[in-house]
């Protein structure tokens, strides 16, 4: 059986810097055939909306990651996005081809995270679209799955109980009296974050204007930079409390050093692990601790949260000076200011919280105070 003849022609793709034509030669079986090839080669090289090769999904996303994520975002939230690549989406879809995955699989794989952590859910959510979306860019897929995927259902967001009157008095006490309550006392009485804490140098205090400045944050996630604060509005001055003024007089060291620093000595910042320990000590002082589940063996057994964990994280003191604020009627923009939120949604978003709680408290008490009242007879009306 004879061949086909072999159609042949070539499509001028541009010219050269002396003005000729720069030509790409196509041929096919059939003039079909020859017409795709000629399509194909303006798509690549005139219209440049060909897609190019293919790429497993695991090898892409670490690509994106590295150049387009990485070098623009902060520790934390590199952090997350690695957790979101390792913990959860490489392990389904590593080894899968870009152009393999669809949109239902996709929203299937959100689905199986209902009921979990907001922060987890918008973290896949948010990975998987900036992986998919950086796809479509670069053309290795015609399409975005993610273009229409819905966010599951989450948990509601645990409410963070304020301390009472005794835990705080408990919490003074363990500061004015601990041989390191210092550092207790820096949490308590200005509101920062406990990295924050851990970066405050003697020189950052202004005994005469009675302010700390807070400018640096000791962040062992940020290992390049593990000074940084967390955003520009972190970098403030947090008037000092006469009780704050009053412990660390006695104790004030040289500029250079700081206030709460490593075992080895003034000139290095209290290391996370040590912070984490010293932590379980002040609050077993206040008498708040719990035991541990009986099956958490979070712990080995020399650790001493082995058999002890705090009742409260340090961070739970920044959320009861806020919640200190809102009962003292502070206006949302000095708190905001005080503790240094990068927007005022965040502040408000506890204040509002807190005026709910407060609400339902008020409910419950008009509820008992109508329930307690003795119902009066009423006298019936003759005619």
């Known amino acids: 059986m004879p061949k086909r003849p072999l159609y042949r022609s070539k499509v001028k793709i541009g010219v050269d810097a002396d003005g000729k034509p720069i030509n790409k030669w196509i041929q096919g079986r059939t003039k079909a055939a020859l017409r795709e090839a000629r399509e194909a080669v303006i798509a690549r090289y005139i219209t440049g909306t060909a897609l190019t090769d293919d790429r497993l999904f695991g090898d892409y996303a670490s690509e994106w990651y590295r150049i387009r994520k990485e070098p623009f975002i902060s520790a934390s939230s590199r952090e997350s996005y690695r957790s979101a690549l390792n913990r959860h989406l490489f392990p389904?879809?590593?080894?899968r081809m870009l152009r393999s995955i669809g949109a239902m699989e996709l929203q299937e794989l959100l689905n199986s995270y209902t009921g979990k952590s907001k922060s987890l859910i918008t973290n896949i959510l948010a990975t998987l679209r900036g992986v998919f979306g950086s796809a479509m860019a670069d053309?290795?897929?015609?399409s975005d799955p993610t273009d229409y995927l819905i966010r599951p259902t989450a948990r509601p967001t645990a409410v963070k109980p304020a301390l009472t009157a005794g835990q705080r008095a408990a919490l003074e006490e363990v500061c004015r009296t601990h041989p390191q309550g210092h550092y207790l006392?820096?949490?308590y009485y200005l509101g920062c974050r406990p990295g924050?804490?851990?970066?405050?140098?003697?020189?950052?205090?202004?005994?005469?204007?009675?302010?700390?400045?807070?400018?640096?944050?000791?962040?062992?996630?940020?290992?390049?930079?593990?000074?940084?604060?967390?955003?520009?509005?972190?970098?403030?001055h947090v008037p000092m409390p006469e009780p704050l003024r009053a412990l660390l007089q006695p104790l004030r060291g040289l500029p250079d050093t700081y206030i709460a620093h490593a075992p080895s000595g003034?000139?290095?910042?209290?290391?996370k692990s040590s912070a984490d320990r010293l932590?379980?000590?002040?609050?077993?002082?206040?008498?708040?601790?719990?035991?541990?589940?009986?099956?958490?063996?979070?712990?080995?057994q020399y650790d001493p949260r082995h058999n002890l964990r705090p009742l409260i994280t340090p961070h739970a003191l920044r959320h009861n000076y806020i919640t200190m604020?809102?009962?003292h009627g502070f206006d949302p923009y000095e708190t905001m200011t005080l503790v240094g939120h990068a927007s005022i949604t965040t502040t408000m978003n506890i204040y509002t919280h807190l005026s709910e709680a407060q609400m339902s408290k008020t409910a419950a008490k008009l509820d008992d105070m109508f329930r307690s009242q003795p119902v009066p007879k009423v006298a019936q009306k003759l005619h």
């Open 92 to 95: 389904v879809l590593g080894d």
């Open 139 to 142: 053309r290795l897929i015609s």
């Open 185 to 187: 006392a820096l949490l």
């Open 196 to 236: 924050e804490a851990r970066g405050l140098m003697w020189q950052d205090v202004d005994w005469s204007a009675g302010l700390v400045h807070i400018e640096r944050d000791i962040d062992y996630k940020d290992h390049g930079n593990p000074g940084a604060l967390k955003n520009r509005a972190s970098d403030r």
């Open 266 to 271: 003034p000139d290095r910042p209290l290391s």
């Open 279 to 300: 932590w379980l000590r002040l609050m077993d002082a206040a008498g708040m601790t719990v035991a541990p589940p009986e099956d958490d063996d979070k712990y080995e």
């Open 325 to 327: 604020c809102w009962e």
